[in-house]
């Protein structure tokens, strides 16, 4: 043995020997490369746009989708500003996915300023829009066509599916039309079909919103973006095709013209995130079928709602984001909105100052952690 060789020999044992006596680190053990890839989460960014939506799925094997992005006008740098701050925290360098669950400016507002800061492998919707709007068709003719060009374009069906490493992605609603067949392990008779009474039809876009169901392990996760109550029956009914969740991304910001018993109490979500605003979704109709939902453990909102007040609120903690002039106290009774245009309607409370993600880190054994980032409050949720 060459004197280099006994060095090195002799250094090695000494390390050995250190780590034996030192032990794993206080709280903590030494794990492989291979070990720490299999501790690797599902990490899903519920991302503040204002009562808008923008949704990030990151799978352990750092494949990503967005869902939507959030909203347009002058609000679409602010609301892509918010986008790329989760992007960069999650690490990515392209967004491999992108579903636009529908037409409707709090959703696709900000895609062209998004798309044009980081790379956009796959863009997917539910077809052509059924409304009739000057600014969305513009964007829809003269815009989006470039952005997909780049990448690829999907028109997704119910009942398409993709993956992203170990994670599913199931379509389970597309363009006003609900999956034939049951995800696995759903498909039981829904017994809050013969109490779920059908409202007005909604012949609008919220109707068509791309619904996806996620499969991580045994853990489960759905999002329908802004599908309405009858769609939702449509879905559900007679049998639940969708089974029970961990997660329920809230649909259409919490408003009661979705989120029926039919949907949220048979899916019976441990958590729901709610991507509300300070005066959008949190109606205490809403809110009582939310916090009726059998086994629901917690409730997380991106906004305190005046149209919650504390009656139909969260603590604090679980809430995300304040206002730019936050009062001293929150009203208790909820706040009925003015007519959109009346006399002396005050507008609703702003926020373009700092803004904070609700963070779901979920595991294969079906255990996840939620956490706000605004007050690094964070809980843990056992595989059940």
């Not at 720490?36 to 352990?60: C, H, K, Q, W």
């Not at 679409?76 to 636009?100: N, Y």
């Not at 079928?289 to 909102?301: D, G, H, M, T």
Request: glycine content about 10%.
């Amino acid at each position: 043995m060459n004197t280099a060789t006994l060095r090195t020999s002799r250094l090695s044992a000494l390390v050995v020997a250190l780590l034996v006596t030192l032990g794993p680190p206080k709280g903590g053990h030494y794990t492989s490369a291979a070990q720490d890839r299999t501790a690797r989460t599902l990490d899903i960014y519920v991302i503040d746009v204002e009562g808008g939506n923008a949704t990030l799925f990151v799978s352990p094997s750092r494949e990503s989708l967005l869902i939507d992005t959030g909203n347009g006008g002058p609000a679409a740098m602010r609301d892509a500003d918010r986008i790329m701050a989760a992007v960069k925290d999650a690490g990515l360098t392209q967004i491999d996915h992108l579903i636009t669950t529908h037409y409707h400016g709090d959703h696709f507002g900000a895609m062209a300023e998004v798309a044009g800061r980081i790379p956009v492998r796959e863009f997917i919707d539910h077809g052509p829009s059924v409304e009739k709007n000057a600014g969305t068709d513009a964007f829809l003719q003269n815009v989006y066509p470039g952005l997909y060009a780049k990448g690829r374009h999907t028109v997704v069906q119910p009942g398409h599916k993709f993956s992203m490493g170990d994670v599913e992605v199931r379509i389970v609603e597309s363009a006003g039309k609900p999956v034939s067949a049951a995800v696995p392990g759903a498909g039981r008779p829904n017994p809050y079909c013969a109490s779920t009474q059908p409202l007005e039809p909604d012949p609008g876009e919220n109707a068509q919103s791309v619904g996806s169901h996620f499969t991580f392990g045994r853990f489960r996760a759905l999002h329908m973006g802004d599908l309405t109550w009858n769609k939702e029956i449509e879905l559900m009914c007679p049998a639940n095709r969708l089974g029970e969740v961990d997660l329920f991304v809230v649909s259409h910001h919490g408003q009661a013209i979705s989120n029926s018993p039919v949907l949220v109490h048979a899916i019976q979500p441990r958590v729901a995130v709610i991507n509300n605003g300070t005066r959008k979704g949190g109606q205490p109709d809403a809110m009582k079928v939310l916090f009726s939902a059998p086994r629901l453990e917690a409730i997380w909102q991106l906004h305190f709602s005046q149209l919650s007040g504390q009656e139909y609120t969260v603590p604090g903690m679980f809430i995300a984001n304040g206002v730019d002039e936050q009062a001293p106290a929150m009203p208790i009774a909820p706040l009925t909105p003015p007519a959109r245009g009346a006399p002396g309607a005050t507008p609703a409370p702003v926020h373009n100052g700092p803004a904070y993600w609700i963070k779901i880190s979920a595991r294969q054994d079906g255990s996840f952690t939620v956490t706000n980032t605004r007050n690094a409050f964070s809980k843990a949720y056992a595989a059940r």
